[in-house]
């Protein structure tokens, strides 16, 4: 479990030099045959000098008293008396490492805190956020999860400020016998980032922060990359929620996309759909999402929950609250089994098959829609000029309730090409079944995936 990414170690062992290692320790060097360095062990007490080094190799060995050698992270941590991955941190950062050899814990060189002590929670809170961030961009695994799910996305990634639990958090707040260590570290326990062993509560896990419309992070989400022992795959602060997710984006919008799942909700946003929220599983849909559907004045959601039996009862509870409320629902219809991240997966490009299922949507409601919804926000995946479609038509009642549909249901051509530039720009197609024309209009913007 998170442990470190195979290239970054083989580039600290190549880059990093084991002779500069041990020159700032003290050690003294004489040529001793072609390849190899000699000098006194900084280890034991060397009366002949039985320090090796292996320049080419770039590897040490004490044939003395120690019997011991290794690369450089072997070195660090014995010179330092700290752990592989303290090791691993103090080199990738480039800390000074002058100084005597041996594990005293006052002595042991400091990586900078990325929380400061005596800030306030929600500063707190994002100081953390900011630091698994930095975190995630040198963490080829976590990436490498991202890229699994179709999401490693700069665009997302920076828009949302994903993140990365490796453990080293804790290597970097002050030690928890100092004052200041321990007071930080209780507000972290406090918060929940750390648990009461000092363990980081989000270890192995993507992060993603639950901020709310301000950009202030209110808790977060961690999901993980790999098996974990005894831990479920989805984990959250402690406490209730205090945000919908990407609610800020519903600003404006009369249609809000509602899914099951954070991820899933990344999946509709990395496609080109921003009007997108998550609620907190099945049965995670809150006050807060209620509030802000209502605040910026959606009318209509499409609940995008997985197609599944707990995803169709999640929906219809949604669906009848906020019906109740005066909001028209849709169900998404995935294909059975599936959810929204899965289905961007297999069925490409997603931006376009993304779209195709929300213009299909069914309205969950008993009659008819309230209002023609007006789904032209949906269609926004693509640069590409659409040409006018030919609308859909059908007559009567059961024409009706497809109005969404109708008025929505714009072919998109998927351009593979990036370079045209983006412009906003509106397609007028006459809908029969309305007889009024809808306006779609394609949003700059929509993401490369990476
Ligand atoms: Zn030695």
């Known amino acids: 479990m998170a442990r470190v990414a195979d290239v970054v170690l083989e580039k600290l062992k190549r880059d990093?030099?084991?002779?500069?290692?041990?020159?700032?320790?003290?050690?003294?060097?004489?040529?001793?045959?072609?390849d190899n360095l000699l000098g006194h062990c900084p280890f034991h007490e060397d009366k002949t000098p039985s320090f090796v080094v292996s320049e080419k190799k770039n590897l040490w060995h004490c044939l003395g008293a120690c019997r011991a050698g290794g690369s450089v992270i072997d070195f660090v941590m014995k010179a330092e008396g700290v752990t592989f991955r303290h090791?691993?941190?103090?080199?990738?950062e480039g800390v000074d490492l002058s100084g005597a050899v041996g594990p005293r814990v006052a002595t042991v060189?400091?990586?900078?805190s990325p929380v400061e002590d005596g800030v306030d929670d929600a500063t707190a809170l994002g100081q953390v956020v900011g630091y698994y961030h930095r975190t995630l961009k040198d963490s080829p695994e976590a990436l490498e999860y991202l890229a699994s799910r179709g999401l490693r996305d700069d665009a997302a990634i920076s828009h949302f400020q994903l993140g990365f639990s490796n453990r080293t958090l804790g290597l970097r707040l002050p030690h928890a016998n100092r004052e200041a260590g321990a007071r930080l570290r209780g507000q972290l326990q406090q918060l929940g980032v750390l648990r009461d062993t000092g363990h980081e509560a989000m270890r192995g896990r993507l992060v993603v922060p639950l901020v709310d419309e301000a950009g202030v992070a209110r808790g977060l989400y961690g999901r993980a990359i790999g098996p974990l022992k005894n831990a479920s795959n989805h984990l959250y602060l402690p406490g209730p929620h205090q945000v919908a997710f990407n609610s800020a984006a519903l600003a404006g919008q009369s249609t809000a996309i509602l899914c099951e799942a954070v991820f899933d909700a990344l999946a509709f946003w990395v496609a080109g759909h921003r009007?997108?929220?998550?609620a907190y599983g099945t049965e995670g849909f809150t006050a807060h999402h209620v509030e802000a559907l209502r605040r910026h004045g959606v009318r209509d959601v499409l609940i995008a929950f997985d197609r599944d039996d707990a995803g169709d009862v999640g929906a219809a509870a949604v669906a009848q609250q906020l019906g109740a409320l005066g909001f028209d629902c849709y169900r998404v219809l995935f294909p059975r089994g599936m959810d929204a991240n899965e289905y961007a997966l297999k069925v490409q490009p997603a931006s376009k098959s993304l779209a195709v299922a929300l213009r299909q949507a069914a309205f969950m409601g008993t009659g008819l829609p309230r209002r023609v919804a007006d789904f032209s926000s949906l269609a926004a995946v693509s640069p590409a000029p659409a040409e006018a479609p030919p609308a859909e038509s059908e007559d009567g009642a059961q024409g009706e309730k497809r109005v969404a549909r109708a008025t929505a249901a714009k072919t998109v051509t998927v351009s593979a090409s990036a370079d045209s530039a983006p412009k906003a720009l509106d397609t007028h197609a006459p809908s029969p079944a309305t007889s009024q024309a809808?306006?779609?209009t394609l949003r700059a913007g929509s993401q490369a995936t990476s």
């Open 16 to 34: 990093v030099s084991v002779r500069r290692l041990a020159e700032v320790k003290g050690v003294v060097f004489k040529k001793s045959g072609d």
């Open 87 to 92: 090791a691993v941190e103090l080199l990738r």
């Open 109 to 112: 060189p400091k990586l900078a």
């Open 275 to 278: 009007n997108v929220t998550a």
């Open 438 to 440: 809808s306006t779609t």
